[in-house]
């Protein structure tokens, strides 16, 4: 069955260094999206993306994060100078005619010391 | 405002025994309603979805029960399993050009043999 799939599963950075990271949703699928989740906490959205271009994001999805589809396989988000509260497990998802039924990857579990 | 959540943090059954995990939502606009369930260091899997003019759904061996006239939505489990222990998160999905997932706090399911 096909999956999402994410890399690194874990990323290290020190505070003010850019990381990228890298989704490569179900092949058939159109819509993709990345979430985040702090330790304990639930599921928040950050970003959707869809024909090329982001198509919603919210308040967390400030000017220090970006997202591409630099393929037509990989989905990316960068986040230029990371923040100690950036520190997350970021889920990336994808679905295909159905926005309501989102398949989730494994996350990235990001560390900002 | 949005907001979904949870009544319980923590649902505790037998091996065998049916379990109701229960969750209430805010946003009457919301078109569909879903249940994920989180396993320790994986991504949300897709349980099971109903849109808002139904008041029921079954899949296999889970049924959805939405009650709109007092925001309430409930995930059954037959026969509960050691394998469904895990984080059950409910979220609403937000339309939009390509909507988004809005999701609960989560319920942690404890199956005990």
């Known amino acids: 069955e096909p999956e999402v799939t994410q890399t690194p599963s874990h990323q290290v950075t020190q505070m003010g260094q850019e990381v990228i990271l890298r989704c490569v949703p179900i092949?058939?699928?159109?819509?993709f999206y990345w979430y985040r989740q702090i330790l304990g906490q639930k599921v928040e959205f950050l970003v959707s993306f869809y024909n090329n271009e982001i198509s919603e994001k919210s308040e967390i999805f400030d000017d220090q994060f970006s997202v591409e589809r630099p393929d037509g396989s990989n989905f990316t988000l960068k986040i230029r100078s990371t923040k100690l509260e950036d520190s997350a497990m970021y889920f990336c998802a994808s679905s295909r005619s159905k926005p309501y039924e989102q398949y989730f990857g494994p996350g990235t579990r990001l560390t900002v010391t | 405002g949005e907001s979904v959540g949870l009544h319980l943090p923590t649902l505790s059954v037998q091996e065998g025994d049916n379990s109701i995990i229960n969750c209430a939502y805010s946003?009457?606009?919301?078109?569909?309603f879903i249940w994920y369930k989180q396993e320790s260091g994986k991504g949300p899997q897709f349980i099971i979805d109903i849109r808002s003019n139904m008041d029921k759904r079954q899949g296999q061996r889970v049924t959805v029960l939405l009650n709109k006239t007092v925001k309430h939505l409930s995930l059954q489990i037959a026969a509960t399993q050691p394998g469904d222990s895990a984080v059950y998160f409910c979220?609403?999905?937000?339309?939009?050009?390509?909507?988004?997932?809005?999701f609960g706090q989560g319920t942690t399911l404890q199956v005990k043999p």
């Open positions: 092949s058939n699928h159109l819509y």
């Open positions: 979220a609403e999905f937000v339309s939009g050009n390509t909507g988004k997932l809005i």
């Open positions: 946003n009457s606009a919301s078109d569909y």
